[in-house]
């Protein structure tokens, strides 16, 4: 069955950096597009990065423009997102998502099908 297991969150001081990873299995990761959702505390779902089955194209949020970046290794079925300069808004819980194709056509729920457990990541001094 689809699984996929996030890792690398944890507690950072403003400035600083985490680099979340997520590893895929049961289904062709090179296939599929996959991305980066979070939830902050009381609040809903905002997509933050995808990236196409190949990788050779990413699109990140405006509010982490410049600051993350979505890659994948498709050798090792792994996803990463590397995150810079964290602020306090970014605390949230993140979650990897595979998509339903190899390219992401509209930015919402519907466009991915299974998701992982989370990995917190809290930005506080």
């Known amino acids: 069955q689809v699984q996929l297991v996030e890792s690398g969150g944890g507690l950072v001081q403003p400035g600083g950096s985490l680099r979340l990873s997520c590893v895929g299995s049961?289904?062709?990761?090179?296939?599929?597009?996959l991305m980066w959702v979070r939830q902050a505390p009381g609040k809903g779902l905002e997509w933050v990065a995808d990236?196409?089955?190949?990788?050779?194209?990413?699109y990140v949020v405006d509010s982490v423009k410049g600051r993350f970046a979505i890659s994948r290794d498709n050798t090792k079925n792994t996803l990463y997102l590397q995150m810079s300069s964290l602020k306090p808004e970014d605390t949230a819980v993140y979650f990897c998502?595979?998509?339903?194709?190899?390219?992401?056509?509209?930015?919402?729920?519907?466009?991915?099908?299974?998701w992982g457990q989370g990995t917190q990541g809290t930005v506080s001094s």
């Open positions: 990236i196409n089955s190949a990788g050779d194209y990413t």
């Open positions: 998502a595979k998509g339903r194709g190899s390219s992401v056509a509209g930015r919402t729920r519907s466009e991915y099908d299974y």
């Open positions: 049961g289904f062709f990761f090179s296939t599929y597009a």
